[in-house]
Structure formats: structure tokens, C-alpha cells
């Protein structure tokens, strides 16, 4: 497997310049798809323009000046994700990584107060022995609980301190929901209703943003909030 990155082949998340140079930085494997996480070095020079060069962003990450979701990575090929927050002390600024509506991942401001959790996804559920549930997250983390009260897709509130449950946005009809994938990526809509589909096929989420109406597969809704949405949402730009 190459090391190398050309720019015309970055994955189409990344939201970078594709022909001002030749060759891009390339993420190394970790909790989140290559296709839909940011390398640590292109959020500090690209994204943040916080220095010039890569030997700049290079230094900078292994002073341990950049958090990832409140612990400092000082890896500059480490990847950033869907709802992880990058937060830099020295500076007092803080950020949530999502989805634009264009599918481009975005670093949006938040405050510190927004920026002692994030939102979690539960893609999976083992049950271990002695009857302990282990929750699979989408962000990497395993979580154990000792209640069976949460299904899968469900999204839990962790605190970042001590990965506590503060609260659960549950896979239901009427909840507010970001999609993570497919031609609708990016956009907040309600739960209006679940099919699932008895064949080998995906399930699929019928979905409602005020008189428009869409599905999508089940897996790429992302519930964050609700009545409304518990996290900072991107601007939308008109260009």
C-alpha cells in the first residue's frame, strides 16, 4: 500500500485544492474511513491556516498544542472524524468536525462548554461474559454497560473527561438527524418512519426537512438531537 497522495485522488470529503499542487497528505489508518477523516496536518495548514508549510504543521502537532477529542495527538497523519472535537488550549478555540451539504468535512466553532462531549453513534452491540453489553461506537470506542437500554444506531452524549452517558438521542420517529452518506449527505431532517426490507438488501429511513420528503439507508442517519439539533450546525453558503 503506497504512502502517497496525489491531490486529484484525496477523497472527495476533504476539502482542499485539487490542482494548486501535486501532492496531498495522506491519513494514516485509525478509527475513522480514510474516505471521511482529515489528517491532522492538512486541519492545521489547510483548514485552521494556522502555519504555511507541512514542516510547520509537523513541529506544531509534536509541541502537543492540538487536541483530538481532549487529548493531545502529536501524530501529524492522525485522523479526524465525523464529530470529533479538535481543541487548541494555547488559544482558546475549539471545533466539531461534520458534513457541509456539499459532503465536505467541516471544522465548525463551537464553545467550551460544547466542547467537553461529543455525539457517538452505536453501530454495534456484544454481549461479553457475564452478561455485560458492550456498545461499539462509530468513532472507534467501546463502551461497557451493565443495562440493556440501548439499540443500535442510537446515539449516546459522552462526556470527553470521563466518557460518561450524559444523555441518548434514540433512533425514533420525530428525533432530528444529520445523513452521513449517499446524495443527501450533509442535510438535517426528522425521523418520519423505518422500513426494513426483508431481503439481503439495506433498511431504509423515510426522512422529512419541512415539505420535502426523501429515504435513505438506515445506517447513514445520524441522530443529534430531539426536537432540535444539540449540536452546531454549518452555516449554509450560497456561492
Known sequence: MSNHL?????????????????????????????????????????YLQLCDTGREAKRLIASGEIHVDGSPRKRRKFTCGFMDVISIPTLKKDFRVVFDQRGKLRLIPISSAEAA???????N??????????????????????????????????????????????????????????????QTASIEDMEVIPSSKPDLAKMKDGDREFSTLQSYVFPIGKNKPAITLPEVRIQ
Open 125 to 186: 452491540k456484544t454481549i461479553l461474559k457475564g452478561g455485560t453489553i458492550q456498545l461499539n461506537l462509530h468513532d472507534g470506542r467501546n463502551l461497557l454497560v451493565k443495562e440493556d437500554t440501548y439499540h443500535t444506531y442510537d446515539v449516546l452524549k459522552l462526556s470527553l473527561k470521563d466518557t460518561k452517558i450524559m444523555d441518548t438521542y434514540a433512533f425514533a420517529k420525530g428525533h432530528i438527524s444529520m445523513i452521513v452518506g449517499g446524495s443527501h449527505i450533509g
Open 117 to 123: 462531549w461529543k455525539l457517538c453513534q452505536i453501530k
Open 6 to 46: 496525489k491531490r486529484l485522488n484525496a477523497p472527495r470529503a476533504l476539502h482542499l485544492h485539487r490542482k494548486e499542487y501535486i501532492w496531498t497528505v495522506k491519513g494514516e489508518p485509525g478509527p475513522h474511513p480514510l474516505t471521511a477523516s482529515i489528517p491532522l496536518t492538512l486541519v492545521v495548514r489547510d
